[in-house]
C-alpha cells in the first residue's frame, strides 16, 4: 500500500472531534501508567553526567532539568517537550574515537544521569546497519520511540506525539551540537527493521531518527557480532496493531534538517519549560518582529499561520508569509479549537504548522521547528508551549485551509 495513502489514513483516524476528545477524558489511574524511563542493567560500565568534558555534548541533549515528588511519584522535566511528559522516546549513542572515551554503543539514561555503555566495539559497530561501509570516527545518535508511553493515554492519536517527540529530541541534539560548534547529519539510507533487530528490540521500541557528528574514515567496519541484549523499555506493554502498521510503514526520518538560524545559549537550553500561564501584556515590538521572522521563514516541509491575537504591534488577524489574510475578533474562537485550553488566551501569537501532506517526517520536521522556536523564545526571555490537541477539521475550516495541521505552538509572556 502507498505509504502516502496510509499517513492520510494515520491522520483521518487520529484526528480529534468533540466525541473522540469526550471518550478520552475518562478517568485515568496514573498508578498504572507505564514507567518512562529505560533502564539497562546496573553491571554494566557507565559514565556520569558531568565526568567527562567529552561527552558534554550528549548530555546537555538529554537531561532532567527539575524534579518534584506528586503523591507518592517522582515527576521529572526534561530539557525536551513531551505531551502528558510521557516521554515516548529513548536516546543512543555510539561513540568511536574519542579521546578517553571506551568505543561502544551507549544507552542515554537521563534519570539516572548516566551513559551506560551497552557493548564495546572496535572493528566491528552500527555503520554497516545504517548503509555506511567504513567506521565512522565522531558521534552516532539513535532516537526510538516507546509507543506505549504515550498510547496509554491518548490511544491512536500517540503516533503523532510519538513523532513530535522524535522531532524535539532531534532538536535538542541539533541545540547541543550548535553550542559545541559542530555539525550533524541526518542518516536514513537503512532498513529500520533490520535495525531494530541489531539494537536488541522487540516490538515494544523502533528507531525514527538517526544523526551523525563526525565523518567516516578509509578502515571499512564489520557488522556487530551479535544484537545488543534485550531490556524492555516500559514495566508492562499492550500491543496496538494500528500504532505498528504505521510505524512499519513510515517511521524513520528521511529528510534533511533545515538550516534555521535562531538565537541559542545552554542557559535556554536547561530553563526550557511549556509555559502554562502567560501573562496578558504583549511582546515588546523588538521580540515579536524576531519571533514573527522566524515564523515567517519559508520551510519547503510546511507554511505556518500566525494568528496574532493581539494588536499592540500588528493588528489582530490570521497572517501567513507576513500578509494579513483574515482578521478576528477575539481569542475566544482559536481558543475553542485548541480543546478549550483557557490558559491560551493571554498568548500574544498561536502558530499553526501546516503541510499538503501528513508524514512521520512532516511531523519530526516540525517539531524540530518548535524547539527552535522554544529555544529563540527562552533566550529572550518569553514563554512558548507547543500544543498536539486541536480538532482538526474545525482548525482547518478556522484558518480557510484543506492542508494537514501537524503542529500548533503558543508564544508570549511570561
Not at 544523526?211 to 524492555?232: D, F
Request: glycine content about 6%; some cysteine.
Amino acid at each position: 500500500m502507498d505509504v502516502c495513502i496510509v499517513m492520510n489514513e494515520v491522520y483521518e483516524k487520529t484526528a480529534l472531534t468533540r466525541k473522540s476528545v469526550a471518550c478520552l477524558s475518562g478517568y485515568l489511574d496514573w498508578n498504572s501508567q507505564p514507567r518512562i524511563f529505560k533502564h539497562y542493567p546496573s553491571f554494566l560500565f557507565g559514565y556520569n553526567y558531568g565526568e567527562k568534558e567529552q561527552l558534554h555534548i550528549i548530555e546537555l541533549a538529554r537531561m532532567i532539568t527539575s524534579s518534584q515528588m506528586i503523591g507518592s511519584k517522582p515527576y521529572h522535566r526534561l530539557n525536551t517537550p513531551s505531551a502528558g511528559n510521557l516521554h515516548p522516546i529513548e536516546l543512543y549513542v555510539q561513540i568511536r574515537a574519542i579521546k578517553g572515551i571506551i568505543s561502544g554503543i551507549y544507552h542515554v539514561d537521563a534519570s539516572e544521569n548516566k551513559l551506560v555503555l551497552i557493548q564495546e566495539i572496535e572493528a566491528d559497530g552500527l555503520e554497516k546497519s545504517l548503509g555506511l561501509t567504513h567506521k565512522l570516527e565522531g558521534m552516532i545518535f539513535l532516537i526510538s520511540t516507546v509507543p506505549y508511553r504515550s498510547q496509554w493515554k491518548y490511544g491512536d492519536r500517540a503516533i503523532r506525539y510519538c513523532y513530535q517527540d522524535v522531532g524535539h529530541q532531534i532538536g535538542a541534539i541539533e541545540a547541543s551540537a550548535t553550542i559545541h560548534k559542530v555539525q550533524t547529519t541526518i542518516l536514513s539510507d537503512f532498513d529500520a527493521k533490520h535495525l531494530n533487530q541489531w539494537m536488541g528490540f522487540k516490538d515494544e521500541e523502533s528507531i525514527c531518527a538517526v544523526m551523525s557528528i563526525g565523518s567516516e574514515n578509509t578502515k571499512e567496519v564489520k557488522e556487530l557480532s551479535k544484537p545488543l541484549i534485550y531490556v524492555a523499555p516500559t514495566d508492562y506493554s499492550e500491543s496496538n496493531l494500528f500504532i505498528a502498521n504505521a510505524l512499519a510503514k513510515e517511521g524513520v526520518l528521511k529528510s534533511r534538517l533545515p538550516l534555521l538560524e535562531y538565537e541559542i545559549n545552554e542557559e535556554a537550553i536547561l530553563k526550557r519549560r511549556s509555559c502554562r500561564a502567560f501573562n496578558a501584556s504583549c511582546l515588546e515590538k523588538e521580540d515579536f518582529d524576531s519571533m514573527i521572522a522566524l515564523l515567517s521563514k519559508p520551510l519547503s516541509f510546511m507554511q505556518c499561520y500566525s494568528i496574532v491575537l493581539k494588536d499592540d504591534v500588528l493588528e489582530k488577524g490570521i497572517y501567513l508569509n507576513g500578509e494579513r489574510i483574515k482578521t478576528i475578533e477575539n481569542a475566544d474562537a482559536i481558543v475553542n479549537l485548541l480543546v478549550g485550553q483557557s490558559f491560551l488566551k493571554n498568548a500574544t501569537i498561536i502558530a499553526v504548522m501546516c503541510s499538503k501532506s501528513f508524514s512521520a517526517d512532516k511531523l519530526m520536521l516540525c517539531a524540530n521547528f518548535a524547539h527552535a522556536l522554544y529555544l529563540q523564545a527562552q533566550s529572550k526571555e518569553l514563554a512558548f508551549t507547543g500544543i498536539g490537541a486541536f480538532y482538526d477539521e474545525k482548525l482547518k475550516e478556522y484558518l480557510g485551509t484543506q492542508e494537514h495541521i501537524l503542529y500548533v505552538g503558543a508564544l508570549g509572556k511570561q
